[in-house]
């Protein structure tokens, strides 16, 4: 199904949802929302979120009006040249402020929301030595607890995509959220998105074997890929016991890889670049080929014995993951959204579900999820750094799944 179908078959129903989707009640009490975000342009993630916690989303083929009201926002850069926030603030009603505790508070001496979006992604930061962008999500979000433990008082609060470029300091936010004990969501969107085909492994599968594809940059777009295989692994027999051990391969190594310790992989990988491929209307780039971009793989041993790689090219191939079980020979794979570039479905889906949990303060995914990825993350790119394999124990991260997890249907 390439994009022009798709858009045909949906166009008419979408244009009848539209002359007849509802209205947002004035009589609801809608939650206050305060958001921090690192910048707000055009496409960037406090655009495709907070955009929608505005005016509604759509999911499976049901427009909704939000439950969230945006009072106040914080942006740590606002460059003339590119930043919305001043213009929606004007016709939106939310206040621009100065500071984390000012959005919070609205000046006051108490915590003024009912609920916190913290977006700490894009924006002009500097990148180290490995290669990651150092997004200030630590020292922003720690602003946000010091109010929490300032005023005795905490709201639910959503954390986008992962907590730090730094193992240390993703952990140490962590233990100090958990100590105050307030609703927390964290993550990324691909996990709640649409999946072609529709997969979701049973509670206590017996999962041997898994992978993930992606693209793009490592840093940004390695946490995704790595999300979208660990919502489908952590399903596994025993629940999720943590990652003992990564490793960083790039360039020829990787076809290296695969013909030697790693073949056990191209069964799995095969029908997850087939279907990319036939989604994207064009044929893939060989490893060769891609070579010049410096594709990556992530080489991951989890603790209970579950071996799985996460294989990151140049090209635009989308996101997907596949499994083995034991004792089944046909591999199970899906892809993650649709392969159209706007409007971004995925997002529809993470604003469904951040709307809601700040509403109810019951978080559709535990939040171990996101920790264990961005350990994951982080401890590749030191891979990376020391040339070869490293063992993680700090990774030993145990959690159960949902028993049934929302995802996007339609």
């Avoid at 759509?58 to 939000?66: I, K, L, N, Y």
């Avoid at 994207?280 to 603790?303: A, C, D, M, Q, W």
Wanted: aromatic share 10%; charged share 20%; proline share 7%.
């Amino acid at each position: 199904m390439n994009r022009r179908h798709w858009l045909g078959i949906t166009a008419p129903s979408l244009m009848a949802q539209a002359a007849s989707k509802p209205s947002c009640p004035s009589s609801v009490q809608r939650s206050r929302i305060a958001a921090i975000v690192t910048v707000y342009h055009h496409y960037s993630h406090a655009d495709v979120l907070l955009g929608r916690l505005m005016s509604g989303y759509s999911t499976d083929a049901h427009w909704t009006p939000s439950q969230t009201q945006l009072v106040s926002l914080y942006t740590d850069q606002s460059p003339d040249s590119s930043d919305m926030s001043r213009d929606l603030a004007a016709r939106n009603g939310f206040r621009r402020v100065s500071s984390v505790r000012q959005a919070l508070t609205l000046d006051g001496q108490s915590l003024a929301v009912d609920g916190v979006v913290f977006i700490g992604e894009h924006g002009d930061y500097p990148l180290n030595d490995a290669g990651q962008t150092l997004y200030p999500r630590y020292e922003l979000f720690s602003q946000i607890l010091d109010v929490y433990e300032s005023t005795g008082r905490s709201v639910p609060t959503f954390f986008d995509k992962h907590f730090s470029y730094s193992w240390e300091k993703a952990e140490t936010l962590c233990k100090r959220a958990k100590k105050l004990g307030f609703p927390f969501m964290a993550g990324s969107s691909i996990p709640l998105t649409i999946r072609r085909p529709v997969v979701q492994p049973p509670l206590e599968s017996h999962i041997t074997e898994a992978v993930a594809l992606g693209f793009g940059d490592p840093d940004a777009y390695g946490f995704h890929t790595l999300e979208a295989m660990q919502c489908l692994v952590e399903r596994r027999r025993g629940g999720e016991t943590g990652v003992a051990s990564v490793e960083w391969i790039e360039g020829p190594g990787i076809e290296a890889w695969r013909e030697g310790p790693g073949a056990w992989s191209k069964p799995l990988f095969e029908p997850l670049l087939k279907q990319s491929a036939e989604l994207n209307g064009k044929p893939l780039l060989t490893l060769s080929e891609e070579h010049s971009g410096r594709p990556v793989l992530f080489v991951i041993r989890y603790r209970d014995g579950l071996r799985a790689a996460a294989l990151i090219l140049t090209a635009n191939v989308g996101f997907g993951a596949a499994f083995r079980v034991a004792g089944q020979a046909r591999v199970q794979y899906t892809s993650f959204s649709l392969p159209v570039d706007r409007p971004l479905p995925n997002w529809d889906a993470m604003a469904r579900c951040v709307d809601q949990f700040l509403a109810t303060g019951k978080p559709p995914n535990p939040v171990e999820r996101t920790l264990l990825t961005t350990g994951t993350l982080a401890s590749c790119f030191e891979s990376k750094r020391a040339g070869r394999a490293i063992d993680t124990p700090q990774l030993a991260i145990s959690y159960r799944a949902p028993a049934q997890p929302w995802f996007e249907k339609a």
